[in-house]
């Protein structure tokens, strides 16, 4: 039977309804944190959902052998069915679940955490439960997907919307892609490179950057891009987004960190030493008042 692929034209339109649920209920420069959480919930149970069932076709095994060997660890609190099935208290159970994903991932420590469901002031259980009805209306499978990319470019829409939508504080977490691309001209990455961004936001330019190097001669190996990312992000929230970032942009080894770069750079050596980079890209806080200030101190 034939399936009808997600575009990312649906998936725009469907991820953007999502944000008009929750007008009214928090400020429209919170969505982000709400939206992408429940985003990459929905896509990390389909995408496990369909690794268990190929495991299980491929070598013949039972469901929960098939689950022990995924890439990607879904303990049961974090299951999407599981989830769909609370009537009440149910960002408590959003935060149970993020919190169980965190505790199987080590990777993802502290970044699904970072937005908290379970305010019930904020988020009441019939809002959340419209949320995830809705939430519910498309697979994100791979094989249900038009293009391996599309939810990475999906997300980037979201991310330019909730920059328009949020107004001056866009900086904090967006640069237009017009911006990134003349950037990325300039300093023309190349395959097997170690790209940095030490206020990386949510990941634009070094996302950028790869899809540069992916058009060059070796540009890629097999089906990933010949490059590695790194970066630091101060703000919690936007280092969380930059981190989905990245996994939904399949880039699961990018070394992205949280802290003030001025003043306590997390990429070292074994020598403490600060690590060097092949190319270094960045959109400084420049519109921030005063976004030196704690490093002058620090020096003084």
């Not at 008009?20 to 400020?27: E, K, Q, T």
């Not at 496990?48 to 076709?57: A, C, Q, S, T």
């Not at 697979?139 to 249900?144: K, Y």
Request: aromatic letters at 8%.
């Amino acid at each position: 039977m034939s399936i009808n692929k997600l575009t990312l034209d649906t998936l725009e339109s469907w991820l953007w309804d999502s944000a008009n649920i929750l007008r009214g209920s928090i400020d429209s420069s919170d969505f982000k944190n709400y939206i992408f959480g429940l985003l990459f919930l929905k896509r990390s149970n389909d995408v496990f959902e369909e690794e268990v069932e190929n495991i299980m076709k491929r070598d013949g095994v039972s469901r929960t052998e098939a689950e022990d060997d995924t890439y990607f660890q879904l303990p049961p609190e974090s299951r999407w069915e599981t989830i769909k099935k609370h009537t009440e208290n149910i960002g408590i159970a959003l935060d149970k679940a993020f919190a169980a994903i965190e505790r199987e991932n080590t990777s993802l420590e502290g970044v699904m955490t970072a937005t908290k469901f379970g305010d019930k002031e904020k988020l009441s259980d019939e809002l959340l439960q419209r949320l995830l009805r809705h939430f519910n209306q498309h697979s994100l499978r791979n094989d249900h997907l038009e293009s391996n990319d599309l939810l990475g470019d999906a997300y980037e829409y979201l991310i330019k919307q909730f920059a328009d939508d949020a107004g001056k504080k866009e900086g904090e977490f967006y640069t237009p892609r017009g911006v990134v691309q003349l950037i990325v001209q300039l300093i023309k990455p190349e395959p097997k490179q170690k790209v940095y961004d030490p206020t990386c936001g949510s990941g634009g330019m070094l996302i950028e950057s790869a899809r540069y190097i992916a058009e060059q001669p070796n540009g890629k190996v097999s089906n990933n891009i010949n490059v590695s990312l790194y970066g630091q992000e101060k703000n919690l929230g936007t280092w969380a987004i930059g981190k989905l970032n990245m996994l939904l942009h399949n880039f699961m080894d990018a070394d992205i960190r949280k802290g003030d770069t001025l003043i306590n750079p997390q990429h070292k050596n074994e020598n403490s030493e600060l690590t060097l980079f092949d190319r270094v890209i960045a959109n400084p806080p420049f519109s921030m008042d005063g976004w030196w200030t704690p490093a002058e101190n620090s020096m003084r």
